[in-house]
Nanobody
């Protein structure tokens, strides 16, 4: 059973930055496509950014130019650097690892508010 543990969420003012981390258990990290998703109250979970096993990245239009996804295969960790945060970025952020199956973390809360 693959386990994913997110960290790095918190409360930040508009315009601020946060870096989320997600550590994935097991020996197949380099094979995974990794994604960050978010879900705000009353909304569906949406893809924020993903990075493939060969580090091809995709981003939601709403975060392009502000967020950066990256991975460190030596540390079994995927990151989401979030800059110029807006109140509408407030959500629970989830990490996903996909290869043969799909596994999710429990999420970390990000709140952007003054």
């Amino acid at each position: 059973q693959v386990q994913l543990v997110e960290s790095g969420g918190g409360l930040v003012q508009p315009g601020g930055s946060l870096r989320l981390s997600c550590t994935v258990s097991g020996n197949n990290f380099s094979r995974y496509t990794l994604g960050w998703y978010r879900q705000a109250p009353g909304n569906q979970r949406e893809l924020v950014a993903s990075i493939s096993s060969i580090s091809t990245t995709t981003y939601a239009d709403s975060v392009k130019g502000r967020f950066t996804i990256s991975r460190d295969n030596a540390k079994n960790t995927v990151y989401l650097q979030m800059n110029s945060l807006k109140p509408e970025d407030t959500a629970v952020y989830y990490c996903n690892a996909r290869w043969i199956g799909s596994s999710w973390g429990r999420g970390t809360q990000v709140t952007v508010s003054s």
